[in-house]
């Protein structure tokens, strides 16, 4: 069963994951070339105690990356399943309905955490190159927040896409993002190191949230 | 004969407004079953019950005698589905579709889909939002003709598409249904295809069933009564009996199940005089138009 829907939605999904990835790199790429040239013009002393002492994030462009990516893939994938309720074919395949649902979301999630370990994967080597190890692991303590952030949102606008009412729609999308502010409440490099676990508890609890708006809609609530 | 739906006592609500109550109807094996009724009367809600995407507020909805609720995967199996203006995965191509659809149903038959799609004029890698209407329908119907499904329930599948394609989907269907011994239940607007593929029909008006018979019973009982009378007949409206009495240039117009002597004596037991009383056989767009009425 998984195989089946992992190829309808590669089918669905190939451009939005190839252009966020290709988004991504874009964005890693730019990263590189302003490091390279500030390394250039300013000499490694100057940028190393930047980032040490000042908290200089030169990796700042790729903090909405993910939130953008994860919000992409989930307009991408559930709308045009709710779309004519087109919902209805896949809930009627031979398989229990939720199995289906929830496969849904775990193909969306495996997509989405592939390009974010790919694109963070770059931009932790790409920083290897300049900084010693120890940047580039608080380089990877904050990107993980928003990296979860992404997650989250992809999980939240998915689960709110297949609710059938509006105004639950707009409370699901209103209280998600409030709890995606919190990763993004404090800016300075590795200030959630003790919370990521907090966090990512957090993320978690949305990934069953998509067979309780899906049980809603197979009982029929009328939007 | 075995019962392959079953629905005992069906009434539902939205919110306050009724839409039925205690629907009671089944469908038996290797029977088409058509489901007519005007917009509202709860056509796309009985659909929405029998294939499960709807709980009814009492009753219940019995397919291959599980709940139609929670249908084991074998039973889903066994049921085609087509929804309401043929909607499918129209970001694949044919192929891709049908790739994807095989993995779930061990009994998949490619041949009738790829000899459907043969008939089409399109290119291979052409995606279903780009095809017509009625390529759209082919596409659909081929899907479940694939599925090679014992019952197969089929949401208004004449929506959207020309005469052309309309008669090929009748014709097609009609044929399979027949040499495989398949149950369909459908609904659709246009009654004279209704009339060319089905075998049973039930007629839905606000509220309640007005008939549920084989169309050829329907047709042999039904007839439209036409007559001329000086007097007024507006006794006839509040007699169950008859239905849909009108004026129809210069002509009273009534249907009714009775037969003509049965009518002139309820005429006659009422001090209606009738003139050149003609009785008409219907076709089933008549005899609906005779039971629900124009309006």
Redesign the interface.
């Given at each position: 069963?998984i195989?089946?829907l992992f190829?309808?939605e590669w089918?669905?999904l190939k451009w939005t994951v190839l252009f966020g990835f290709a988004f991504g790199l874009c964005s890693v790429l730019y990263i590189w070339s302003e490091l390279a040239f500030v390394f250039r013009e300013s000499g490694a002393v100057a940028i190393w105690d930047a980032v040490l002492h000042q908290g200089f994030m030169y990796y700042v462009s790729f903090r909405y990356f993910p939130l953008l990516m994860g919000l992409a893939l989930a307009l991408f994938q559930m709308i045009?399943e709710v779309q004519?309720?087109?919902i209805?074919?896949v809930?009627?395949?031979?398989?229990?309905h939720l199995r289906v649902l929830f496969s849904h979301t775990l193909i969306g999630t495996m997509l989405l955490l592939g390009v974010f370990f790919v694109v963070s994967a770059l931009l932790l080597g790409i920083s290897a190159i300049y900084f010693p190890y120890e940047i580039v692991v608080s380089v990877l303590q904050t990107i993980i927040p928003w990296l979860l952030a992404g997650w989250s949102i992809y999980l939240i606008v998915s689960f709110a896409v297949v609710e059938p009412k509006w105004n639950r729609r707009i409370a699901y999308v209103l209280i998600g993002l409030a709890s995606v502010y919190l990763n993004y409440l404090y800016t300075r490099t590795g200030m959630y190191l003790h919370s990521l676990p907090l966090l990512l508890a957090v993320t978690l609890a949305y990934l069953p949230a998509m067979l309780f708006t899906g049980s809603r809609?197979?009982?029929?609530v009328?939007g | 004969m075995e019962r392959i739906l079953e629905c005992r006592n069906l009434t539902h609500h939205?919110g306050e407004r009724l839409i039925y109550e205690n629907l009671n109807f089944s469908v038996e094996k290797g029977k088409i079953l058509g489901l007519l009724g005007k917009n509202g009367t709860g056509k796309t809600t009985t659909i929405?019950?029998l294939?499960?995407?709807?709980?009814p507020t009492s009753g219940e909805c019995l397919v291959f005698g599980q709940s139609s609720?929670s249908l084991t995967?074998?039973i889903?199996?066994r049921?085609g589905?087509l929804?309401e203006?043929h909607?499918?995965?129209d970001?694949?191509n044919i192929f891709?579709i049908e790739?994807?659809y095989s993995?779930?149903?061990p009994n998949w038959k490619r041949e009738p889909y790829f000899e459907l799609m043969s008939k089409l004029k399109i290119s291979p890698k052409q995606k279903i939002q780009t095809m017509s209407c009625g390529q759209r329908s082919q596409v659909a119907l081929g899907l479940i003709l694939a599925q090679d499904p014992e019952f197969m329930v089929l949401d208004d599948f004449s929506m959207g598409l020309d005469p052309g394609y309309r008669r090929l989907f009748i014709e097609y269907l009609q044929e399979y249904a027949k040499a495989e011994n398949k149950t369909i239940f459908t609904t659709s607007h246009i009654i004279q295809d209704m009339e060319r593929l089905i075998d049973d029909c039930l007629i839905m008006d606000y509220n309640r069933v007005l008939v549920q018979s084989p169309v050829s019973e329907l047709l042999g009982s039904f007839r439209q009564f036409t007559f001329s009378s000086a007097e007024p007949v507006d006794a006839l409206k509040s007699d169950e009996r008859f239905y849909s009495l009108e004026e129809h240039q210069g002509k009273k117009v009534c249907y009714s199940f009775l037969s003509e002597p049965e009518v002139k004596s309820i005429f006659e037991s009422r001090g209606i005089h009738s003139e050149n009383l003609e009785v008409s056989s219907l076709s089933l767009e008549d005899a609906f138009i005779g039971l629900t009425g124009k309006y």
């Open positions: 069963m195989q089946a190829y309808k089918v669905k045009p004519h309720k087109r209805k074919l809930m009627h395949l031979p398989a229990h809609f197979k009982k029929g009328q | 939205y929405n019950i294939t499960g995407y709807l709980q609720h995967p074998e889903k199996a049921i589905f929804i203006g909607i499918q995965y970001f694949m891709q790739k994807f993995q779930f149903y």
